[in-house]
Every structure is written in C-alpha cells, then in structure tokens.
C-alpha cells in the first residue's frame, strides 16, 4: 500500500524532482553543491550531476517543497484524488478488487493500481455512493 514516501527513495509516487535550487559551487568534475532552503538542511547539499534537470521556464514542471509538506524525517504523505478505473484478478481460490487511483501533484500516467479493500478502509470519501468507482473507458462508451 502507498502513503509514505521518502525523498530521495525510488518509487513510483516519490516526487522526481524538487526545486528548482541555484548552484553554489563545482566540486570536482561531477558533483556540485547546492544552496537549499531551510527546510531542506538535514539534506545534504552535494549531489551528482545525473540527478539535475535543466531548469526549465515552465512552472507546471516545478513541485515546491511547500506543496510536498515536507516533516522532519524527510517524509511526506500522499493524497489520492480520485478513482480511475476498477478491476477484478481472479487467482486461484479467490477474486482480488483492485482500483486505478490518481495521486496529488502527479500525472494519469502515473496513477498506481492499489487493493479496494485498503483504499477504502484508508479513504472512504472516494467511494462515496455518488461516484462509481468503474468510471474508465469501457463504461464511458457503454453510456453514449
């Protein structure tokens, strides 16, 4: 199941990039350090130059650490917001429900099949009697 996430661990929910951060100085030929917001000092301020992205203009790419709510343990909670599609795997003795849910601050794309039964013990808002959680593609052209 989703819901914490740490910076800097890999993982599908975990933000790609935050900033953007001016650089302070070159320290070899690979390394450069960073000048970072308060919140961010018990993040170490020397990384590689393959975890940069060119700055670019557009703002929709830049999440700010703000909007991450970052705590002291370098955590930060992910929010679902909505319910994309459902489905039903059959394995052997039983059935597993799972849904297609949309994450805060990230694309459709990156939407995460998670269990139903977790979702909904965890967020019964997004389940309630006015939505239907098999809203995907199958059942829009059913209703046109």
Known sequence: MKGVMRLGKKGKLSPRYIGPYRISKRIGNVAYELELPQELAAVHSVFHIS???????????????????????????????????????????????????????????????????????????????????DQGTNSLLSTL
Request: net charge negative; hydrophobic share 35%.
């Open 51 to 133: 975890m940069f992205k060119k700055c670019m203009g557009d703002p929709s790419l830049i999440i700010p650490t703000e909007d991450i709510a970052i705590k002291d343990i370098l955590s930060y909670k992910e929010i679902p917001v909505q319910i994309l599609d459902r489905q039903v795997c059959k394995l052997r003795t039983k059935e597993v429900a799972s849904v297609k849910v949309l994450w805060r601050n990230q694309f459709v794309e990156e939407a995460t099949w998670e269990a139903e039964e977790d979702m909904k013990k965890r967020y019964p808002h997004l389940f309630e009697p006015g939505e239907n959680p």
